[in-house]
Structures are given as structure tokens and as C-alpha cells.
């Protein structure tokens, strides 16, 4: 008899976990069993539907304490379920707002709230909900699939598209084609990690492309004395714990290319093997950030599943947009004589039942019925005759969506936070709501604009990357208690001066944040040269002098916190 002893179990990774069960299943096909569920109640659940519902757009809900209220960096799970509703491009009917504002009320606290990717999103449903409200969406022409879950996330763009007399093409109906070509097809149900896709054809680059991980962005030729409207690809941009600015590829792809480009970008991010080796780093953008690709390599791999060369295309040929609004807040004279879009910001992006209701009652009274969302928590209603402008905003003002704003209220963005993130240290849409009023009252002469993003961790799901100033989520003691407290970072910026935020080394408790940024912001009015706007006077000004400014002294820098375990693996980011 041998006296070898057998050898040791390996271990299975989380990511070889997670890779086995994407094979064993997919959920798209499989939602009888969550109906099963609702039958049988909360306790039928097997564990690996944990993983399963994120196909559907839905997550378990925390209880309100954030990561600091579990282990393993991330916190507990109630009963309760988020789920997010995808709208390609932002675009929504007042029939499907409607509902979406009679199951908020019914199923959802009367709370929803506007997504950084043009989603929106509940929270407080129960197994049996889930069954109810994805019925009541489907009837008018909506989904939740792709919404969360290693998949394509809901395809955004241009909320003025088809109606900004500015624009260099309607883009829209090349992103809903992507979005119903590659979400809910089983060709693409198991992607190495989620995989948020843009289109736009508009010149002020308003959803975001520098930060997708594939982005096509209008651009103009001229071919044989003939101008012709194309695309430019970007790939690799993201935020979370990494940020990274998308790569230009160096071509030109035709309008009758883009959604066989589209599908190719996916197909090489699903069949890069080599990111689903770590969960951690499973987004396409370590291609370039780890693993040594190129702008010029990733062409030659995307060409190779087309099957053709794409057009060069120098850089010379496109116009970055610089330092301006991106968000359509104000009155928008559309391209059709006559017409006119108002955009609201909604601050947080929270909204109740009854107001979305309202806004579906205003958008046929004021409207054609149209409404868009955007990347920026707001809601825009379109088609409005000029005669009807003033009025609508009366009416808008009143409930709640503020068309009139401070650059602090139009600037501010706040993830979930601890009220119902799992994966959140600090509490984001309260404290976002109460820093905003503060530095109303401390400066309200205020006058430039100010990208002010609050994320609840290091997920960066509030985009605190690309913020003028960003405040990341983080625990410190003081008068001997822990409390919520954020990190800060400045300078981050989109478009032609595109970069990520600078660490400043500075933390300060929830409560002196105000006291920092009023230090911060009065240095920069008195030291400005004319004309200056705030992200030129921070890429001037060395990190020494922004932290003092900050802390009201000379202040040692500290360093930025480390990731909870697995919180990236995990992040629902938008």
C-alpha cells in the first residue's frame, strides 16, 4: 500500500467561482426559477442566485451600515432588493414613466433614484416584487437585463439627441441598436467583467466617452472635396479603484460600420482570457493599464474579427470639447423651429413615485410626451414649444427639479452611500444634499462651474475621478468616536484637458467638509488671474498649497486608504 499522502485540495479563487458558475448558467433563461422564488419565499434562494440576479439588474440590498457593518469588504445583505432599469440613451416615454412612478409608489418606498448611466433605480423590493415589477415593465417596452452582471450596462448617449441643432449626427438610434444587439444575446451573457458602452454625436462629448470602457464619439471628414460623418472609437476608460482615460484607436469607422465595430470592441474584451484570471483586474482597460496593449494593437485585434481594415484616422481630425457644461440643464432651443428641451437637475438623482407621476403628467402637457435622463442625475423634458418654456418651469421649480440652480447644486453627484450599498463606507445622498445648501449660504456669489462628486468608497461609483472636487468615503475617529469622513482629491477633468483627479493627501470628518471647500474656493476668488477658471487655477497650484488651503495650515500629507478586500470584485458601479 502506498504511503504517499494524496495531495492538497487547491483551493478554488473567487474568480475561477464566479467563471464556473457563468458556464452553469444563464439567468436571462432562467427567470422562471426566480418566479419559483417568489413562490416559495426569500428562504428558497439558493446562494448562487447572489450572482444570477445581477443579469437582471438587480442586487441584494444592505441593511445601512455599509462595508464597516460585514466582513471580507463587504457588508451585509437584507432581504431587500435593489434593481435598476436600463433606458438606452436616457430615452423614456411618460406611458413608461408612469409606471415606473406607480411601482415606485407600490413596491419601493416611493423612492427611485437617477443613475450616473441614465438608469433608474429602486430599492426596498421583495422577492415577490421583483416578480411583479419586472411584469409591469415589460408591458411597456422596458427591462432591467444588463443593468448590472458581467454583460454590455445600459448603452447611454446624448439625452438632445435628435434634437440639439449642434449635434453632428443623431447618434441615438445607433446606441438602442447596440443595446438590443448586444444586451440579452447569448453571445455576450458572459463577459470577464461588466462593460459600459457610449455613443454620441454630440460635440460637447456629454455622456462621458473619455471614461466608457468603448466610446464611439462623432467626427467629421472630408473625402474627395465630400464631408462625411463618422465615428471615432475609444476603449479602456474607467474609474473605480484604477482610473483610466480611454485610448483613441486610430480610425475612422463609417455610420455603416459602427455597430459591426461595436460588437467586434465586445467580442475582444469577452475573449481576452487573460482578464478573467482576477476579478480585480477583469475590465478591458488593463489590456493597456497591465498587460501591454496599444491603441495600435487593439486595432489589429479588432480588425481581425471584422475581417476588414477600418480608414485611418489622425488625431488632428477630431475637436475635443473644453472646459464647458456638458449636462443640457437651462432651456435648449432644439433643432426643430419652435421647440425648446428644459433640463432639471435633480439633486442626487433621488426622486419619489409621486414625482415621477407628475413629470410624466408635465412632459404630455408641456410636451409630445418625451422625456430623457442623463449622466448627470437630471431629467430633461423635450418637444416643448417656446410659448410653453417659462411655464413648464414654474411648475418643474416647484416640484423639486430646479431648472435655476447654484454651480453647486448642478455640479453635484452622490452614489448610494451606506443607506443601501453594501460595499459603502459613508453615508453620500444626504450629506451630498447638506453640503450643497452649506456652501450656498457660505458662497453665493459664486461663479464658475464645479464639478463636486461625492462617492460613499473606492469604487468610485459617484465618478469622483473626473471632479473638480472629488470627496471619497472613509472612517475616521473623532472627539474618540469613528465617524464618516472623505478623502480629497481635485483637478479631474473631461474632454480636451482629460486626466484624473490629483490625491491631496487631505482627509477631513463629514461634518468640517463644508469648512475645507469654503477655505479652498475663497483662496482661489482671491488669487485668480482674470478670466481663470477652477481647473486651471488647481493644475497651477502644487498640492502643498491646495492641502493648506484645505486644513487652514501647513498639514502633512496622508495616504489614500487601501480597497476593502474585494471591493472591486464586487462594486454594482454604474
Excluded at 499522502?5 to 426559477?33: I, S
Excluded at 451600515?65 to 430615452?91: D, W
Excluded at 460588437?263 to 469577452?270: D, S
Excluded at 449636462?327 to 423651429?337: E, L, V, Y
Aim: with cysteine.
Amino acid at each position: 500500500m502506498s504511503t504517499t499522502p494524496a495531495p492538497a485540495a487547491v483551493k478554488e479563487t473567487k474568480a475561477q467561482k464566479t467563471e464556473r458558475l457563468k458556464l452553469a448558467k444563464n439567468p436571462w433563461e432562467a427567470w422562471e426559477e426566480v418566479r419559483e422564488f417568489a413562490r416559495q419565499g426569500w428562504d428558497s434562494i439558493p446562494s448562487d442566485w447572489a450572482l444570477y440576479f445581477r443579469w437582471w439588474g438587480v442586487y441584494s440590498q444592505g441593511d445601512g451600515k455599509g462595508v464597516t457593518g460585514g466582513s471580507g469588504g463587504e457588508g451585509k445583505a437584507t432581504e431587500y432588493f435593489m434593481m435598476r432599469i436600463a433606458l438606452p440613451n436616457g430615452i423614456l416615454t411618460s406611458a413608461q414613466a408612469r409606471v415606473i412612478g406607480e411601482v415606485t409608489k407600490k413596491y419601493a418606498n416611493n423612492l427611485a433614484d437617477i443613475t450616473t448611466r441614465q438608469n433608474i433605480q429602486l430599492h426596498w423590493l421583495t422577492i415577490q416584487d421583483l416578480i411583479e415589477v419586472v411584469d409591469a415593465l415589460n408591458a411597456v417596452g422596458l427591462s432591467t437585463k444588463g443593468a448590472c452582471g458581467d454583460v454590455v450596462r445600459n448603452v447611454t448617449g446624448c439625452p438632445l439627441a435628435g434634437l440639439d441643432g449642434h449635434e453632428l449626427i443623431d447618434a441615438s438610434p445607433l446606441a438602442i441598436e447596440i443595446a438590443h444587439r448586444l444586451n440579452g444575446n447569448t453571445d455576450f451573457v458572459n463577459l470577464p467583467r461588466k462593460f459600459k458602452f457610449t455613443v454620441s454625436g454630440c460635440p460637447v462629448w456629454c455622456s462621458f466617452p473619455e471614461i466608457n470602457d468603448a466610446a464611439l464619439t462623432a467626427i467629421k471628414r472630408t473625402v474627395d472635396g465630400k464631408e462625411e460623418i463618422g465615428f471615432t472609437l475609444r476603449v479602456g476608460g474607467g474609474l473605480s479603484n484604477e482610473p483610466n482615460i480611454a485610448v483613441r484607436i486610430p480610425a475612422f469607422v463609417r455610420q455603416d460600420q459602427a455597430l459591426a465595430v461595436a460588437t467586434a470592441t465586445a467580442e475582444v474584451f469577452r475573449d481576452a482570457g487573460i482578464l478573467r484570471e482576477n476579478r480585480t483586474r477583469a475590465r478591458i482597460k488593463y489590456l493597456f493599464m497591465k498587460f501591454g496593449w496599444t491603441a495600435e494593437s487593439f486595432l489589429e485585434a479588432l480588425e481581425e474579427k471584422l475581417g476588414y481594415k477600418l480608414d485611418p484616422s489622425p488625431v488632428s481630425m477630431e475637436e475635443i470639447p473644453a472646459d464647458i457644461y456638458r449636462d443640457h440643464i437651462g432651456i435648449t432651443p432644439q433643432r426643430q423651429p419652435g421647440l425648446s428641451t428644459v433640463g432639471a437637475s435633480v439633486l442626487n438623482g433621488r426622486v419619489s413615485g409621486d414625482q415621477l407621476l407628475k413629470l410624466a403628467e408635465l412632459a404630455e402637457k408641456y410636451g409630445d410626451g418625451n422625456l430623457r435622463t442623463t449622466i448627470g442625475q437630471n431629467i430633461l423634458i423635450v418637444n416643448v414649444p417656446n410659448r410653453e418654456t417659462a411655464a413648464l418651469v414654474v411648475e418643474l421649480n416647484s416640484l423639486g427639479f430646479n431648472v435655476d440652480v447654484s454651480p453647486f447644486w448642478r455640479g453635484a453627484i452622490a452614489c448610494t452611500g451606506t443607506e443601501f450599498c453594501k460595499l459603502a463606507i459613508a453615508e453620500t445622498k444626504g450629506f451630498n444634499k447638506w453640503l450643497v445648501a452649506e456652501l450656498e449660504d457660505r458662497l453665493p456669489g459664486f461663479d464658475q462651474q464645479i464639478r463636486l462628486h461625492i462617492t460613499g468608497c473606492t469604487n468610485s461609483c459617484g465618478q469622483h475621478w473626473i471632479a473638480d472636487i472629488g470627496l471619497e468615503g472613509k472612517k475616521i475617529k473623532k472627539d474618540g468616536q469613528m465617524v464618516d469622513a472623505f478623502f480629497f482629491c481635485v483637478g479631474g477633468s473631461v474632454g480636451k484637458y482629460a486626466r484624473t483627479a490629483r490625491q491631496l493627501g487631505y482627509r477631513a470628518a463629514a461634518t468640517d467638509v463644508p469648512d475645507a471647500i469654503e477655505r479652498l474656493l475663497n483662496a482661489y476668488l482671491e488669487a485668480r488671474t482674470p478670466g481663470e477658471d477652477l481647473r486651471s487655477y488647481f493644475d497651477r497650484t502644487d498640492d502643498s498649497t491646495l492641502r493648506a488651503q484645505l486644513a487652514g495650515e501647513v498639514l502633512t500629507p496622508v495616504e489614500r486608504d487601501a480597497p476593502p478586500v474585494g471591493a472591486a470584485r464586487l462594486a454594482p458601479a454604474e
